[in-house]
């Protein structure tokens, strides 16, 4: 077989030492594999690179597509830029599948039936990383959810139950409180979900979703959710199925993938010799599924499934009186190398397949946009943050068509008819509008009269409708 080549990151803390275990059990598994490694992290970091990515390793990752890399360090502040965000964006990983399974006795967990797969968002929702302080109490980050970023991957999630023979599909958001982000989200899977009647869907508000993944995973089969909800459920499941360090991670794109462990680079055991490389390993089983090499990704698999039957365990789940022997990192690559070809007696051995999973997304739908309004966000603090002050400041510049509507603070309208009591900082917005249609010319006629009358304009924020509907949330109060 004609071998394959890929790109691989030792990253940094316990990273070279986990990468060199899976590259061992890959090479005597016989995956016909080439690699070309490249520096990526911490000392690209320290060399003044804030993207923690050197120019000359874009290349070669955009070249060979397929990326196995082991855990990074980024460094605290001074705007370094995480490198996952980073290569998940610029290769457009859009989809993170990480699967989170019992291995129950083996590995101790109170789900033995648990074998749930998170699939995530992996490039908008907060992590876009659009950030700014606007006055000195108040900083914002923007959350960005798009129909086709969402169709994305929730059609991937049921393509991907549907491949691997799933029989549920369960969307987790907050639409009950985050209207127009959260709520285009479960809209979108409403929507999807019609197109698959093979599949069962749910939708599940996010906190009693995360309450189900720690209390009750073995109820779930494949969750599909957005980027920040994702990274967290999906560590809690792996913790609950029952170690961190045992889950793997993909992310996949239409052009590209990434495969690595779910955990951090863990600095303070570099060097040791007792991490776990069973999460790299994960990662590594699926490259190689999603590189068509599904029968070396079996037998690698199976050999893993077979060593932890045999109690070779190291420190993080070593039991004393279950486990046969607490073996060191490298210990265990070799009690992984020594099983290749057998099969686990008591785990359910492996069977995988090439899947090939596209995802179409539909034509962008067409609408009527309308602007009726903008909000305007302030930096005010005089007049003891007087609401009642600010608003009667604010009303001369309002027209007929733009007329001040309310004033708010964190959320909360305060202007008019404010309720007494609640804490005001620094940061306002005061909500013009009209009737209906509103040009934007009007708009930067407000915003002029506005700076006329001595008040700092931070921010503004356009309202529009959608065919008829507001695309807007309503003020608490308001």
């Not at 691989?8 to 995956?31: F, H, K, N, Y």
């Not at 209207?179 to 479960?186: A, N, V």
Request: net charge negative; glycine share 10%.
């Amino acid at each position: 077989m004609d071998k394959q080549r890929i790109t691989v990151a030792r990253g940094d803390g316990i990273g070279p030492e986990i990468m060199q275990a899976t590259l061992d059990i890959l090479q005597a598994a016989g995956a016909p594999l080439e690699y070309d490694e490249i520096e990526i992290g911490e000392k690209v970091y320290e060399r003044g690179v804030l993207s923690g990515i050197p120019a000359d390793a874009w290349g070669i990752v955009q070249r060979n597509r397929v990326l196995l890399k082991a855990p990074i360090t980024t460094p605290q502040g001074g705007g370094y830029k995480s490198i996952n965000v980073t290569l998940r964006k610029a290769l457009g990983l859009f989809a993170n599948v990480r699967p989170s399974k019992a291995y129950v006795p083996y590995v101790s967990s109170n789900y033995p039936g648990m074998d749930l797969v998170m699939v995530r968002e992996n490039e908008e929702d907060l992590y876009a990383g659009i950030e700014h302080q606007q006055t000195r109490e108040v900083t914002q980050t923007l959350k960005l959810i798009s129909r086709p970023g969402s169709e994305g991957i929730i059609r991937y999630a049921f393509e991907y139950a549907r491949a691997y023979g799933r029989k549920r599909v369960t969307c987790m958001s907050k639409d009950n409180i985050m209207k127009q982000t959260d709520g285009l989200f479960h809209k979108v899977f409403d929507e999807v979900a019609a197109g698959y009647p093979d599949i069962e869907a749910e939708h599940m508000i996010v906190d009693i979703g995360a309450a189900r993944v720690a209390a009750r995973p073995d109820t779930l089969d494949v969750v599909v959710t957005t980027n920040l909800y994702g990274d967290i459920l999906s560590d809690v499941a792996a913790q609950v199925a029952g170690s961190v360090g045992l889950a793997g991670s993909a992310n996949v794109g239409r052009e590209a993938a990434m495969f690595e462990a779910i955990h951090g680079s863990a600095p303070r055991m570099a060097g040791k010799g007792t991490a776990n490389p069973s999460g790299l390993l994960q990662g590594a089983v699926m490259m190689l599924v999603h590189m068509g090499l599904a029968e070396t990704a079996e037998k690698v698999h199976n050999a893993w499934l077979r060593a932890l039957e045999d109690g070779m365990h190291t420190k993080d789940i070593y039991r004393e009186g279950f486990s046969r022997e607490q073996v060191s990192t490298m210990g265990f690559a070799e009690a992984v190398i020594a099983r290749l070809g057998q099969l686990p007696q008591q785990l359910t051995p492996v069977h995988f397949k090439p899947t090939g999973i596209q995802v179409t997304l539909s034509p962008a739908p067409t609408v009527n946009k309308q602007l009726v309004g903008v909000d305007v966000f302030l930096d005010w603090s005089e007049a003891g943050r007087d609401p009642d002050v600010l608003g009667l400041r604010l009303e001369p510049c309002g027209t007929a068509d733009l007329k001040l509507k309310m004033v708010s603070n964190r959320g909360i309208k305060v202007y008019p008819d404010g309720q007494p009591g609640i804490f005001h900082s620094d940061h306002w917005r005061a909500r013009f509008g009209g009737d209906g249609k509103v040009s934007a010319e009007a708009v930067l006629a407000l915003l002029g009269r506005v700076n006329a009358a001595g008040l700092e304009i931070i921010k503004t924020e356009n309202l529009y409708t959608f065919d008829g509907l507001p695309g807007y949330s309503a003020e608490l109060g308001e």
